[in-house]
């Protein structure tokens, strides 16, 4: 695009040092419905350009709207364009003068890498995919396991973006994805919910995820109250994926330092069991979240968080990492240091094999509104919901409602007992961080209730 | 100049021959400003600007969001819009729309000093100034955003809309150790007016006091006592509790099952209207007419005119939150509860500024008959189920009552409660109404949406901690 150029050109000018100038394009559709019918359906086109500027270690950052021309190219448009270009550049340096040093700021990357584009990251069937055809499969899937009531999203993605810097860096990289979620409902209190991602259609397995949505909501049938003490839980992919979610944002530099993680103080210790063992991956084939390199040109790759218990390494950008005399991580986001795909690393328990293993527990499907008392020491609750399946001597003997996870988030990791055999890659709207994880066995955990 | 796109977008609706054709202009300039421990971790400026177009044809609903002003681009994304409604139309709702009177309306808030007019160099100063007073915390997060949103709503039906709101946040997080164990508190401010409010919040001294009541929590705090108790709970945890069991549950497309899939669903019913909510102490309403409330407006993102909702009076439900869509569902007339976070996202029934109606107690009178109690002033973890049932609110601020008298600190009480049993529970509600700034996330796509939420001090009667 000429007017990154042109951007990137007066800004040199004017002695910035430092520039990332990011141009996305991202086309979605959406198709929203609720009880087996669609409630809207949605078509987005959205062109932005963003830019991370450094100058004499004042930092901004802005955005550059693309101009009207109306279809036209043509040389009155372009200088229309440029114009408004130099004004915005005017208007930037006047912030720059006001705004103050930060003083530990240490510049952005100036290596190159050889990217390697994601495995299965973009697919030429976004464009055309049969939408409402997807949609129906899904949503007769679910139905066929007996279920009443839908409700859920088809979302579909196709992204591309074009980021350069001013240490001479630059690539195109394209992301489509193929999302569904869906909750079933077997009567008001007794429902399933399940989704799938993919950023290729071949491995979007709707029909699936319907079919396991409507399967929950069917043997969550008739759902008692819970009674509060201590269980042993079996999280699903998805009630795990919100925990893992919280370790991949405590895992980020700017976390630590601004005294929201609760990995402060822990690199090189225990932070879970043996068992557990947790990456971000940059790289991960069709993940959600993979790219080639990260929003300062450093090629992603696969960051060990947790090695069998042992914290290893926060996420840094280049800055951060030159700060404490690092390397960075390949996990620059456009402010801070970001995740892209938290993957744990899989054990080779049966969801059926753990539930056999537990004496009291619960078999948890999904959990929804997790929040934290204290972000440092990891003190937090969050709310099973959907299937909740009571586990008496090795069996599910009934369906649970009514209850809370009131617990630890270090203490929940060291008590992980098994890890699944069985990892799926998922996004959630309680965690819309990327996961590709299996279901956990964690021992004694409280649960608590309403009082009354 | 981008109206005539607007314009542009809306013409070629009702050539396409829709039922209902709606086009959200907004524009939005402004600038943010973090400091992490006392420096400036970053600043930036945004100018955005995009449409936000609906339509209803065939009693089938679209929604299309661009933000490019390309009029071939525009009508290529209508286009599209419209055919993949058409293609779903098998499997879509009956969807219609309630009538209601239309509007051409123009209105701004008026800003003693406009917020754009002031540098960022003053607002990283009014940051760097709060910090100084709290330096002492392990952790500090603090940011300013501030900016003007412009809109331009038109519709189909001859609705026409200007309005021009300032909107200002402030959020800051402070994490303070003492002994190697630590305490965390966040905190929200917001107006939609000029910075004359951001000068009115007395960010520097709030925060120190919140510095030292975590200090003196961490230091003094005793545990809190197990059976029953009369629970007195301040304006802040008044307003969290207002919004979580009371706003959201009487939200009209939870009541329908509309945002069944995350936002999650309700307890209550359709035919909940007229039935007995809590006691008689409660009366709770939701104003977006409020003059720079963070929840303000005149209209709402339908073109509809917004007025007070009393949602329940002396306990009993008396109306739900609507917009169109469920109105039309129920029967009634829309109350203006229509809103959007951005041009880019389909409006949903949305609250404004929830609160409990003041009562008639003195503080002392909340207090003096109670002769084991605990008063929670503020809280820091809260959650509830998504039928907006069961709750549980983690106290920061807290202190034992004892025969009538506050005593020591206590350290996080827990109180996890269901709805009817809360709000039946309420004997006494204070005079004094107080509002805080908070963020309200609703719908799926995830919509924020800066609301009041508040009400006096109240007593619960007869509850156990956890």
């Known amino acids: 695009?000429?007017?990154?150029?042109?951007?990137?050109?007066?800004?040199?000018?004017?002695?910035?040092?430092?520039?990332?100038?990011?141009?996305?394009?991202?086309?979605?559709?959406?198709?929203?419905?609720?009880?087996n019918k669609i409630v809207n359906t949605t078509v987005e086109s959205h062109r932005d350009i963003s830019l991370f500027l450094a100058m004499n270690r004042k930092l901004l950052v802005t955005n550059f709207k693309e101009n009207i021309h109306n279809g036209?190219?043509?040389?009155?448009?372009?200088?229309?364009?440029?114009?408004?270009?130099?004004?915005?550049?005017?208007?930037?340096?006047?912030?720059?003068?006001?705004?103050?040093m930060t003083e530990d700021y240490f510049g952005i990357n100036n290596k190159k890498f050889k990217y390697s584009e994601v495995k299965d990251g973009y697919d030429r069937k976004v464009k055309t995919s049969d939408d409402i055809d997807l949609l129906e499969r899904g949503i007769n899937a679910a139905l066929k396991m007996g279920v009443k009531r839908t409700n859920g999203v088809l979302e579909i993605y196709d992204a591309a973006g074009l980021l350069k810097t001013s240490e001479g860096i630059e690539y195109k990289d394209k992301k489509s994805e193929f999302y569904f979620s869906i909750r079933s409902f077997f009567d008001k209190e007794e429902s399933g919910h399940m989704n799938c991602c993919s950023r290729i259609l071949r491995k979007f397995d709707i029909e699936r995820t319907g079919k396991e949505s409507g399967e929950i909501a069917r043997d969550s049938k008739d759902p008692k109250n819970c009674s509060k003490g201590n269980y042993d839980l079996v999280l699903s992919p998805m009630a795990f994926a919100p925990i893992l979610m919280h370790i991949g944002e405590a895992s980020s530099i700017f976390s630590v330092e601004s005294g929201l993680s609760f990995f402060s103080d822990k690199v090189e210790k225990k932070v879970g069991s043996e068992k557990l063992t947790v990456y971000d991956d940059g790289t991960l084939a069709n993940g959600i979240g993979s790219t080639k390199a990260d929003a300062e040109g450093v090629g992603t790759k696969v960051n060990t968080l947790i090695d069998k218990g042992i914290f290893k390494t926060y996420l840094y950008n280049t800055s951060t990492a030159r700060r404490y005399k690092t390397e960075s991580t390949g996990n620059a986001g456009m402010i801070s240091p970001v995740p892209w795909n938290i993957v744990v690393k899989p054990g080779k328990e049966s969801i059926n094999r753990m539930i056999k293993n537990i004496k009291k527990g619960i078999y948890v499907t999904n959990v929804w509104y997790t929040r934290f008392t204290n972000y440092h020491t990891g003190d937090f609750s969050t709310i099973p919901r959907d299937g909740a399946f009571l586990i008496r001597n090795g069996k599910i003997t009934g369906s649970l409602k009514g209850m809370r996870i009131s617990e630890n988030i270090i203490k929940m990791l060291m008590n992980i007992d098994a890890v699944g055999d069985k990892p799926v890659h998922l996004r959630t709207w309680e965690a819309d961080m990327p996961v590709y994880t299996p279901a956990v066995l964690i021992r004694n955990c409280n649960i608590t209730t309403p009082v009354l | 100049m981008y109206k005539e796109y607007a314009d542009f977008a809306l013409d070629f609706l009702k050539k396409k021959n829709v039922d209902y054709g709606e086009v959200r202009l907004e524009e939005h300039d402004g600038d943010a400003v973090l400091l992490k421990n006392g420096a400036v971790e970053i600043s930036g400026f945004d100018n955005s600007i995009g449409m936000g177009i609906r339509f209803l044809t065939k009693n089938s609903l679209g929604f299309v969001a661009i933000n490019q002003f390309d009029k071939i681009k525009i009508k290529n994304v209508l286009e599209k819009g419209l055919r993949l409604v058409k293609k779903g139309s098998k499997l879509s709702d009956h969807i219609s729309l309630s009538n209601e009177k239309i509007y051409k309306k123009k209105y701004k808030v008026y800003q003693k000093v406009k917020l754009n007019d002031v540098g960022i160099d003053e607002k990283i100063k009014l940051l760097s100034d709060v910090d100084n007073c709290v330096e002492e915390s392990l952790g500090r997060y603090l940011s300013l955003t501030?900016?003007?949103?412009?809109?331009?709503?038109?519709?189909?039906?001859?609705?026409?809309?200007?309005?021009?709101?300032?909107?200002?946040?402030?959020?800051?997080?402070?994490?303070?150790?003492?002994?190697?164990?630590?305490?965390?508190?966040?905190?929200?401010?917001?107006?939609?007016?000029?910075?004359?409010?951001?000068?009115?919040?007395?960010?520097?001294?709030?925060?120190?006091?919140?510095?030292?009541?975590?200090?003196?929590s961490l230091e003094k705090a005793e545990r809190y006592p197990k059976g029953k108790i009369d629970l007195v709970v301040g304006p802040e945890i008044t307003g969290i509790m207002v919004h979580e069991s009371v706003g959201h549950p009487l939200e009209a497309d939870r009541i329908f099952g509309r945002e069944a899939a995350q936002a999650g669903e309700s307890f209550v019913h359709r035919d909940m209207v007229g039935t007995k909510y809590g006691s008689e102490h409660v009366s709770i309403v939701d104003d977006p007419t409020l003059e720079n409330s963070p929840g303000f407006y005149l209209f709402d993102d339908e073109g509809v005119k917004t007025r007070r909702r009393i949602l329940v009076k002396n306990g009993v439900v008396n109306e739900f939150l609507h917009n169109r869509e469920t109105a039309a569902v129920m029967g009634v007339k829309s109350n203006g509860a229509a809103r959007a976070e951005n041009y880019d996202k389909e409006v949903i029934v949305r609250m404004g500024n929830t609160f409990?109606?003041?009562?008639?107690?003195?503080?002392?009178?909340?207090?003096?008959?109670?002769?084991?109690?605990?008063?929670?002033?503020?809280f820091t973890e809260w959650n509830i189920d998504d039928k907006r049932y069961q709750q549980k609110y983690v106290g920061s601020e807290a202190y034992l009552i004892k025969n009538g008298k506050l005593k020591h600190p206590i350290f996080r009480p827990v109180i996890e409660i269901t709805t009817p049993a809360l709000w039946n529970s309420i004997d006494a509600v204070g005079r004094k109404l107080k509002l805080d700034c908070a963020s309200c996330g609703k719908g799926e796509p995830m919509q924020g949406a800066p609301v009041n939420l508040g009400g006096p001090v109240m007593r619960i009667r007869d509850v156990r901690l956890s």
């Open chain 1, 72 to 100: 036209k190219n043509s040389e009155r448009v372009l200088r229309a364009e440029r114009k408004r270009a130099d004004k915005f550049i005017d208007l930037t340096m006047k912030r720059f003068k006001i705004i103050r």
């Open chain 2, 146 to 216: 501030t900016g003007t949103t412009k809109k331009y709503l038109i519709t189909t039906e001859g609705a026409r809309i200007n309005s021009e709101i300032p909107l200002s946040n402030f959020f800051g997080v402070l994490t303070v150790e003492v002994n190697g164990r630590t305490a965390q508190r966040h905190l929200q401010f917001g107006n939609k007016g000029g910075y004359e409010f951001i000068r009115k919040w007395r960010l520097a001294e709030v925060l120190s006091d919140e510095y030292k009541v975590l200090r003196e």
């Open chain 1, 1 to 35: 695009m000429e007017i990154l150029d042109y951007l990137m050109g007066g800004f040199a000018k004017r002695k910035v040092d430092d520039m990332v100038v990011n141009f996305i394009s991202n086309d979605i559709r959406r198709i929203k419905f609720a009880d």
């Open chain 2, 356 to 378: 409990l109606l003041p009562g008639s107690y003195s503080w002392h009178e909340l207090i003096e008959n109670i002769k084991l109690g605990v008063y929670m002033k503020s």
